[in-house]
């Protein structure tokens, strides 16, 4: 049975969560570290069950970005799924901003979606808008990146801690020791997926500590802001850079541009198995990638939503396993998705 929407109550909650919200810092590393991690020590791989009604069901997303191949790909999963099972779908780009999509759920809230798809760009601050929808009856379901809250109807996604440490081991066995200096090139910060890829890296560097981490810093998932910040470490530190870390395939991708500009040659790795990413696997332009398979993530928070609109039980968490790109292995990914 659909809930019922309180339209009062949305203006009173928003007049609070807004005062709630300018308080928040998206940038509480202390309050957001570790959050996720209990609830993944065990991977539970659910198959989300096919929609039983979806007659005239209204379904609102909104994006941290609609700027990268990633929250792309989802979206336009989204936008053929729906097609496909007769719901009406709208989707927003959240521009890299926790403010804007809280105003975006207040939009869907508003315009009568029956639930929403919600991908945060910020695992702290993004509670306010769960709990904006929740005090007016709309089910939120999260995917591919977590937000803190209990009132969160369900999450789909894969295990960041586990692709933290995929590509972090896979680059030790590709050095063939734990003798070498890198660098990290990390997500927005506070977003769900840079705090776990980043747990996930540390957790190896941790039992190998004859790697010595030469700098960090954030590229926001953008493979221009990683080909700039690869040419200042360059400039700083030369050939002492031996391999690069990069939490996503549009940096590493980013920094392999500014590797080959500068006549080098450094290895590189990211997480997501992007297309670009997979062509560059073959030309030896990237030493692998940690695939996440964000259509079936799509389709699973769909899912998740219809059958609580129908007023059915959901898991609270669905996972989706990584799957390592390598040179052996990169046929089987081409022109998978």
């Known amino acids: 049975m659909r809930k019922t929407k309180r339209i009062l109550a949305v203006m009173v909650t928003l007049l609070m969560t807004i005062s709630m919200f300018m308080g928040c810092s998206s940038k509480d590393d202390e309050s957001a570290e570790g959050v996720f991690t209990e609830s993944q020590t065990e991977i539970t791989v659910e198959a989300t069950p096919k929609a039983d009604s979806t007659d005239g ?6 994006f941290y970005s609609l700027q990268n191949e990633a929250t792309m790909r ?3 999963t989204g936008k053929v799924w729906c097609e496909e099972n007769g719901v009406q779908y709208f989707s927003y780009d959240g521009n890299y901003d926790a403010a804007t999509q809280l105003g975006q759920i207040e939009t ?4 009568g979606c029956d639930a929403i798809i919600l991908n945060p760009h910020d695992a702290v601050a993004c509670a306010a808008a769960v709990e904006l929808a929740h005090s007016s009856g709309v089910p939120v379901v999260a995917v591919n990146t977590m937000v803190q809250s209990d009132l969160l109807t369900s ?3 894969s295990l960041d801690v586990s692709a933290g440490e995929d590509i972090m081991n896979y680059m030790i066995e590709y050095m063939g020791s734990d003798d070498f200096s890198i660098v990290i090139i990390e997500g927005p910060m506070g977003q769900s997926a840079q705090l776990q890829r980043i747990e996930g890296i540390e957790n190896v560097l941790a039992k190998n500590t004859n790697i010595k981490e030469l700098t960090r810093n954030t590229a926001n998932w953008s493979r ?3 080909m700039n910040l690869m040419e200042t470490w360059i400039n700083t530190f030369g050939d002492e850079i031996d391999a690069v870390i990069a939490e996503n395939d549009e940096m590493a991708l980013g920094a392999r541009q500014a590797i080959e500009a500068a006549g080098l040659d450094i290895p590189c790795i990211g997480v997501d198995g992007m297309a ?3 062509t560059a696997i073959q030309n030896g332009g990237m030493i692998a990638s940690d695939f996440q398979n964000l259509e079936g993530q799509m389709e699973g928070a769909l ?3 219809i059958k609580v609109i129908n007023g059915e039980e959901v898991e609270k968490e669905y996972w989706i396993p990584f799957e390592m790109v390598t040179p052996e292995n990169v046929s089987e990914y081409i022109g998978k998705y």
């Open 57 to 62: 069901i209204k379904i609102g997303a909104t």
């Open 74 to 76: 989802m979206d336009n």
């Open 108 to 111: 869907m809230i508003a315009d």
């Open 155 to 157: 999450y789909v996604g």
């Open 224 to 226: 221009s802001e990683a």
């Open 276 to 278: 670009d990413a997979i």
């Open 303 to 305: 899912e998740a939503a």
